[in-house]
């Protein structure tokens, strides 16, 4: 059974939104290693739909100013969505049935990870429902103090640290999964 793996870059506060403006100053190579091999592991890529208009709106016509820019134009992706209709981004398949069904059919699949960057409300949905099987944080030492939180409007969820570092810029990499698996 394939992995659903959500990444985020987060705050000390919980905040995940808009990290452009508060992340930078805490990336370099190691944390670029870590994202690495997130995107090494993966073969598809599962999103909601606002990420996916922000990304397909940029990446097509930017593969070369990023090395993410290659990988993300040519991974399968999956986009969550019950407005979205149709996707034209190369390689994006809509999902706009039963979410769980969905999901559960797309876990059992042959292949690699399905990583998400991003989509928090999506990801609160996967773990409201048992679907996610790791969360990636990397935990930013900064107190953004607004913006949309990660852990908003969730019931208590047990989860258990499977690795954590400390990376040279004070951001802390935690790799969690639920506590029950």
Same mark, same amino acid.
């Given at each position: 059974?394939?992995?659903?793996?959500? +990444?985020?870059?987060?705050?000390?506060?919980?905040?995940?939104?808009?990290?452009?403006?508060?992340?930078?100053?805490?990336?370099?190579?190691?944390?670029?290693?870590?994202?690495?091999?997130?995107?090494?592991?993966?073969? /598809?890529?599962?999103?909601?739909?606002?990420?996916?208009?922000?990304?397909?709106?940029?990446?097509?016509?930017?593969? =070369?100013?990023? *090395?993410?820019? =290659?990988?993300?134009?040519? @991974?399968?992706?999956?986009?969550?969505?019950?407005?979205?209709?149709?996707?034209?981004?190369?390689?994006?398949?809509?999902?706009?049935?039963?979410? $769980?069904?969905?999901?559960?059919?797309?876990?059992?699949?042959?292949?690699?990870?399905?990583?998400?960057? +991003?989509? *928090?409300?999506?990801?609160?949905? %996967?773990?409201? #429902? +048992?679907?996610?099987?790791?969360?990636?944080? %990397? @935990? #930013? *030492?900064?107190?953004?103090?607004? +913006?949309?939180?990660?852990?908003?409007?969730?019931?208590?969820?047990? %989860?258990?640290? $499977?690795?954590?570092?400390? %990376?040279?810029?004070?951001?802390?990499?935690?790799?969690? /999964?639920? /506590? =029950?698996?």
């Amino acid at each position: 059974m394939r992995k659903i793996v959500s +990444g985020f870059f987060i705050s000390l506060d919980g905040v995940v939104e808009s990290p452009e403006k508060w992340h930078f100053p805490y990336f370099n190579d190691e944390m670029g290693e870590v994202i690495g091999r997130g995107m090494q592991s993966a073969d /598809a890529m599962l999103m909601g739909r606002k990420l996916y208009e922000e990304w397909s709106e940029y990446w097509p016509s930017n593969p =070369d100013n990023d *090395p993410f820019g =290659d990988f993300i134009n040519n @991974i399968q992706k999956y986009v969550v969505s019950t407005t979205l209709d149709k996707a034209d981004w190369n390689n994006t398949t809509v999902l706009n049935g039963d979410f $769980v069904e969905e999901i559960t059919n797309l876990k059992s699949q042959p292949g690699q990870d399905i990583n998400i960057s +991003g989509s *928090p409300t999506l990801v609160r949905s %996967l773990l409201t #429902h +048992g679907l996610l099987d790791e969360l990636q944080l %990397l @935990i #930013h *030492p900064i107190i953004v103090g607004t +913006g949309q939180r990660l852990f908003d409007s969730l019931a208590q969820i047990p %989860l258990k640290v $499977v690795s954590s570092t400390t %990376l040279q810029t004070g951001v802390l990499s935690v790799l969690y /999964a639920p /506590a =029950d698996k």
